[in-house]
């Protein structure tokens, strides 16, 4: 049994970087590591309570999976004769995205503090009685100003690191609706949330019971973006732009800003179409969300027999890749040709620089290409199209 000093001791020995991102992937990917982490949380617990505790996840996921992360994550203390458990120091600053921020000092305490003995009944008796002084009773004031929600929530006291990112994008898109993503969703906040909800139909809900709010799932983006142009609206879309947790909580910014007047390639009129694409009308772009087709498309390469790498697995599994293959959903090989396939309805100016980056980092024998299906009378089909880096200004 080890004792407080000398846990401390042993835990202040700093990580490096390699080592950092191994446990933050281990801390924020296996399910039985982050329960035994909200299990104890900031707080300490004894001994018999923490074991206890620990018995049910140690029968839903093994008891070796679970004694594993304890010895990496759990430190054992002694006060006088009774030993106490919680998570070592780097743990709990390293969990801060599963908790939240540490209790302050005035908040809850974070460390088990043993009562003091009851009084025996004749030192109660003995104790001489203290008479109650009455305080003055204090002047009529006037009445505090009032404040609205929306300036709580504007103070800096009351504003997370999260929703300090948010009012910072807000600030400079004032006269757009801002959707902002927060883990698997778009959320509105506001004046925003109300618009939503009239043009859009989303059930309003509020944060900490001040601040209207009223989101969507990620993947359905692109339809509710549709709907939002069509009632001319302006949109711009803030989502995470670093996926290290080594930091504290990931950055944000607005990546997108769409108008009316963006073009949206699967919204034409028959006016606007061009003569081959009226002919063509049996083919037309599958309007459905971009996770969907890529499922589909990994499916049919498949079903095709090619070989490829899906890299979205990548980034899963190697997050220092993301920024270098932001615009890369697929390395597919056709006989004695290797792509780089972007599955998009349509490419942006950023698609085309990242595009060309790829293709100067993998080499030229590598062909960039955009796919995206059309749904005909037998279905889906997969048409490419060669990237064309000239566009890239125009795009």
């Known amino acids: 049994m080890t004792t407080e000093s000398e846990v401390s001791s042993a835990t202040a020995v700093p990580l490096s970087r390699a080592e950092k991102e191994k446990l933050l992937t281990q801390m924020y990917r296996l399910s039985h590591w982050i329960d035994l982490i909200r299990l104890f949380g900031y707080q300490t617990l004894p001994m018999a309570q923490a074991r206890e505790a620990i018995k049910p996840l140690a029968e839903k996921y093994g008891k070796e999976p679970v004694a594993s992360a304890c010895e990496t994550m759990v430190e054992i203390s002694t006060q006088g004769q009774e030993a106490f458990a919680r998570l070592k120091p780097h743990i709990r600053r390293m969990s801060f995205q599963i908790l939240g921020p540490e209790p302050t000092p005035n908040g809850t305490v974070d460390t088990v503090a043993s009562a003091p003995p009851a009084p025996s009944p004749q030192a109660e008796a003995e104790r001489p009685r203290q008479t109650k002084k009455r305080k003055p009773k204090a002047p009529d004031l006037p009445p505090a100003p009032t404040t609205t929600p929306a300036e709580k929530q504007s103070s800096p006291e009351a504003l997370g690191t999260i929703m300090q990112q948010y009012h910072a994008a807000k600030e400079r898109h004032p006269d757009m609706l801002l959707l902002f993503r927060m883990g698997d969703f778009f959320e509105l906040f506001g004046q925003d949330a109300e618009t939503a909800h009239k043009l859009l139909g989303l059930t309003l809900t509020t944060r900490?019971?001040?601040?209207?709010?009223?989101?969507?799932?990620?993947?359905?983006?692109?339809?509710?973006?549709?709907?939002?142009?069509?009632?001319?609206?302006?949109?711009?879309?803030?989502?995470?732009?670093?996926?290290?947790?080594?930091?504290?909580?990931?950055?944000?910014?607005?990546?997108?800003?769409?108008?009316?007047?963006?073009?949206?390639?699967?919204?034409?009129?028959?006016?606007?179409?061009?003569?081959?694409?009226?002919?063509?009308?049996?083919?037309?772009?599958?309007?459905?969300?971009?996770?969907?087709?890529?499922?589909?498309?990994?499916?049919?390469?498949?079903?095709?027999?090619?070989?490829?790498?899906?890299?979205?697995?990548?980034?899963?599994?190697?997050?220092?890749?993301?920024?270098?293959?932001?615009?890369?959903?697929?390395?597919?090989?056709?006989?004695?040709?290797?792509?780089?396939?972007?599955?998009?309805?349509?490419?942006?100016?950023?698609?085309?620089?990242?595009?060309?980056?790829?293709?100067?980092?993998?080499?030229?024998?590598?062909?960039?290409?955009?796919?995206?299906?059309?749904?005909?009378?037998?279905?889906?089909?997969?048409p490419e199209c060669s990237v064309d880096f000239s566009l890239a200004e125009s795009a």
Not at 209 to 238: D, S, W
Not at 305 to 324: C, E, K, Q, Y
Request: charged share 30%; glycine share 4%; with cysteine.
């Open 208 to 382: 900490d019971r001040t601040l209207t709010m009223a989101g969507f799932p990620h993947h359905q983006l692109e339809v509710y973006l549709h709907n939002l142009l069509k009632e001319g609206q302006r949109v711009a879309i803030c989502e995470p732009v670093e996926e290290s947790l080594a930091r504290g909580p990931i950055r944000r910014e607005v990546t997108r800003v769409v108008t009316p007047g963006s073009m949206i390639e699967d919204d034409k009129s028959d006016a606007a179409q061009s003569p081959e694409e009226k002919s063509d009308a049996s083919a037309r772009p599958v309007r459905q969300p971009r996770h969907f087709v890529l499922k589909e498309f990994e499916k049919w390469l498949t079903e095709a027999g090619l070989a490829f790498v899906a890299v979205a697995d990548v980034r899963r599994t190697t997050p220092a890749v993301a920024p270098h293959v932001a615009a890369l959903d697929f390395i597919v090989l056709r006989a004695d040709e290797k792509l780089l396939v972007t599955v998009r309805p349509r490419l942006q100016a950023k698609h085309f620089n990242a595009m060309r980056e790829l293709q100067t980092l993998f080499g030229t024998e590598y062909k960039p290409v955009r796919i995206w299906p059309t749904e005909g009378p037998d279905g889906w089909n997969w």
